[in-house]
């Protein structure tokens, strides 16, 4: 059966006002970088629950909302995660990832050592869900996961970044140990591991610059 349909509307800005709207975004937004050196110093759980629930205002296929966020701040599960995720990385910078892989990283200077999984306050660790097990036992399929899964990341990104969290999307390949360490049944699969907190106090990120936007951009045809 059809959802009642509700009122839905949206303030009319004119051009000039959605423009200025849009530059204030994206000079908040521009400032964002992929962050390895992180301070100790905790962040309140209550910030973190904040971000997830800008996260959770994602679309999704169906409204299934295909996503799970796993909030870890105990030092014994950080330790436990970075230990699996170095081990998965020693073994893909020494032997799993070609050449060409490791060329592409160059720039970006990383190396299987992570020692911001321990140091990072938070590590939100996604899991993007394939189905959810209705109260009665019953399987109900999620659509297209992974799309949704990635959007509800995007907009937790942009969450921390604007409350002044520093962020990395991570990806230690393969990532199951994640699902074995957190407890997560089978059916969720991790999508990614973001760690979260302020940024160290001399922290340097490498000098890289983005695509001017015309280069990513294309009008009609
Ligand atoms: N997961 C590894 C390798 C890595 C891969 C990509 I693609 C990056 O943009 C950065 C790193 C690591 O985290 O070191």
Redesign the pocket.
Known sequence: MPAPQIPFSLPSFNSDEQELKLKTLHSMLVTRRSCRMFSGEPVHRDVIEAAVAIANTAPSGANRQPWRFVCVSDPAIKREIRIAAEAE?RE?YDHRMPAEWLEA?EP?G?TWEKPFLEIAPWLVVVFRVDFEIAPDGRRLKTYYPVESTGLACGLFLAACHVAGLATLT????PMNFLRAILNRPEHEKPFLLIPVGRPAVNATVPDLKKKPVTDVLVWNR
């Open positions: 990385e893909s990283l970006i990383t991570h990806t230690p390949s």
